[in-house]
């Protein structure tokens, strides 16, 4: 009896151990983030500004995948089928959450399926214009459409992106009639506006403030919650719509597959955080408007998700779009 009670007492602590040893073992070979977005947008830049840290580190390669398609969908749903075993990760975003939220019946869930391991950034998104046209506030863009009712329009990389839900909000909010236009990537919103194809847009700044510090865009607006540190005379959006729904923040962070051991997502939370707390990572990331944002643990990087679902709900009810 008393053998069976000391068997019973050891193995938690055994497994305990085992699964300590597995941490310490992991990886044992290459790793794999894959990136929802087109090479070159502002979240692959983010997230390659990362890898070298991040294999020196973990100590095995880290590998970024770009699987660009469906405002993030197809990555989300072939990482969600990969193993669940640490090797493959996925850049998760609030944009995953709200192409669930478009499309209830998509083939994953932003919150079952996968297993949170840390947010990594935070970055509003910019309201920009060609730096040829006469607007110089968001006060001139409203007036123009007010004055053109249906004539202007605004770009995105996809609908239910954030670019989408910021312009949709905009529009909403001061009353306009303007057209969304849909691109097939973020990448693609410098361009149409440079080409005049597009009015306005809300990229994220990762991909707007390069083109704006060119001098090819000019800034109107942040959808942040306070200016951007860079740009101290550009107003952010709420202070010019008096609406809390306008302060809107694109987040990316690292999920893996749901029921991956606590092993391995230990191992990527304690690396990612140690990378992001670096002042050359900050520095990288404030350059291009971004903000590091590591999580605390893997289960305040999911309650933050949880909490984020509700709120980009109310916001997709707000602009009126009801599904793709």
Do not use: C
């Amino acid at each position: 009896m008393q053998r069976r009670q000391f068997l019973a007492s050891a193995l938690p602590i055994a497994l305990a151990a085992a699964g300590a040893r597995a941490a310490d073992a992991f990886p044992a070979r290459s790793v794999r983030i894959v990136v929802a977005y087109a090479a070159g947008g502002g979240p692959d830049v983010l997230v390659r500004q990362l890898g070298p840290r991040l294999t020196e580190l973990l100590g095995q390669p880290v590998i970024i995948e770009n699987k660009v398609g469906a405002a993030g969908v197809l990555a989300a749903q072939y990482v969600a089928q990969q193993p669940a075993d640490g090797y493959n990760l996925l850049m998760g975003s609030n944009t995953h959450l709200i192409q669930k939220i478009l499309q209830p019946e998509l083939k994953y869930d932003p919150i079952a399926d996968f297993a949170p391991v840390s947010n990594m950034a935070a970055s509003p998104t910019v309201m920009v214009v060609r730096a040829d046209r006469p607007w110089h506030k968001v006060e001139d863009v409203i007036h123009a459409a007010q004055a053109a009712p249906g004539k202007l329009n605004y770009s995105s990389g996809g609908i239910g992106t954030a670019a989408h839900l910021a312009g949709a909000t905009l529009v909403s909010l001061a009353g306009l009639k303007a057209q969304h236009i849909p691109l097939k990537g973020s990448v693609e919103i410098a361009a149409s506006l440079l080409r005049g194809d597009t009015d306005f847009a809300f990229p994220v700044a990762g991909t707007g403030i390069p083109q704006v510090k060119g001098g090819k865009l000019r800034m109107l607006a942040t959808t942040g919650a306070a200016r951007l540190k860079d740009f101290p005379e550009v107003p952010t959006l709420k202070e010019v719509l008096k609406n809390e729904l306008a302060v809107q923040e694109s987040w990316f962070g690292l999920w893996a597959p749901a029921r991956t051991p606590a092993g391995p997502i230990a191992r990527w939370h304690d690396v990612l955080v140690r990378v992001l707390a670096e002042p050359a990572t900050r520095a990288q990331f404030e350059a291009t408007g971004n903000t590091a944002t590591p999580s605390e643990s893997p289960q305040a990087f999911a309650a933050f998700i949880r909490a984020e679902n509700r709120k980009w709900a109310d916001i997709i009810k707000l602009a009126g779009i009801t599904g793709i």
